[in-house]
DNA sequence: GTAATAAACGGAGGCGCCTCCGTTTTAGTG
DNA sequence: CACTAAAACGGAGGCGCCTCCGTTTATTAC
């Protein structure tokens, strides 16, 4: 478990390779990240890093220290929304059968880009700018994705004939629907339709395999 | 010369119907935008907006009440520095031999696009989001260029097989080049190479009509 | 000319951005 | 434990953004 280099170890050269942060310093910025999500979440992508600063109980210095401008705390606080959407692919794995794990991390999946409407446009520049971040992320969505289809696919509770990026696109459709009042609602509606598109013509009925 | 129409003109439901401005107002929207293109030229499109009110010698909100956001100011800037670049076409048209009008004016638009080297950023930014700015001045531009050109045809001192939208591609290249110290000299080159290419086997040894 | 009114002015004030640097804290060392 | 160097802290200060509203000015009507 302990995964610290402190003199035994060599130097890796390794690309992520972040020396370990002093322990104050992990403490703040831990607390700097979550208040930024949660600043982000309630007044998008402009709210005031002062106030996050506030909010997390550290200068304003400090702030600008780990993070040099806005766009990089925007960065790894999107990182952690993502990466934790997509641990919550592996609970519901664990604990649903297959095609219930699916429809309801569908829901998650689009409730989450609901989320982000009010960041629509600073995201959008911020993946432009930023390719790795997106080739990280949307691979690591579509990862997610093509493990609880596998699953389901395995299971035989859906048909075999379509692949992660097929549904990935699927979802987009919902989610770039017009918000109206009703969008959640709507939202289920349709994941839930698309699912039942899934499961038809499935193996299901033909159980039997382990 | 007067253009106004004060009492006896009737009103237009122009869809550029803009009232006249009260005399002061116009007098510092002017100076305004003047001291704008200079404040952009000199400092990239993040300029100071106080900076530039203070050297139009207006207030800031006087500055505000005329252009509500950043972008407003920089688009008028634009719309202004295209409509002149346009308006030279016809100026070397009327002064020059039409191929040599056009290898100046080509020389001015892509020295123009130089000078932008800084705005790139925000420029493209608000070309994306504002696309009738970007059809507007793209369309000016090629008209001016398609009308020099055409006059180089018809005077038979460059060949007839081009076509503005061609010329412009290849102007494109010249400035997308990147800048090094040379850069002025070397798309002054380019263009010159450009021109010859464009005399190559025009009809002008044939000369004969008038 | 004067009066009335709509239009325009302008800058103070409140807030946020970001840098800079004196102070504090941590992680080593003996 | 004391000591030190390096790392991190934090907030004052200077500047820019933008709004708001009391004051000034151009225009119109008489």
Redesign the pocket.
């Known amino acids: 478990m302990a995964s610290q280099p402190?003199?035994t170890a060599k130097d890796k050269p390794d690309a992520t390779a972040a020396?370990p942060?002093?322990?104050?310093?992990q403490?703040?910025?831990d607390a700097l990240v979550k208040a930024a999500a949660a600043a982000f979440a309630m007044h998008g992508a402009?709210?005031?890093?002062?106030?996050?600063?506030r909010q997390a109980?550290?200068?304003?210095?400090?702030?600008?220290?780990?993070f040099?401008?806005?766009e990089h705390l925007v960065e790894v606080v999107y990182r952690r929304e993502v990466e934790s959407l997509c641990a919550a692919a592996d609970e519901l794995a664990l604990h649903h059968p297959p095609d219930v794990a699916l429809e309801q991390w569908m829901q998650r999946f689009v409730d989450y880009i609901a989320t982000k409407r009010g960041l629509a446009t600073s995201l959008r520049t911020l993946l432009n700018t930023n390719s790795t971040l997106f080739s990280d992320m949307s691979g690591r969505v579509t990862l997610a994705l093509r493990q609880l289809i596998e699953a389901a696919v395995a299971d035989g509770s859906i048909r075999s004939d379509v692949d992660a990026s097929d549904v990935l696109h699927a979802l987009g459709g919902i989610y770039s629907a017009p918000d109206t009042d009703d969008w959640r609602d709507r939202s289920r509606r349709l994941v839930s339709l698309l699912m039942d598109g899934l499961r038809f013509g499935a193996a299901k009925s033909a159980k039997g395999g382990g």
């Open positions: 402190p003199a020396k942060l002093r322990a104050d310093a403490r703040n910025r402009d709210a005031s890093l002062e106030e996050i600063a109980g550290v200068g304003i210095g400090t702030l600008y220290r780990h040099p401008t806005r």
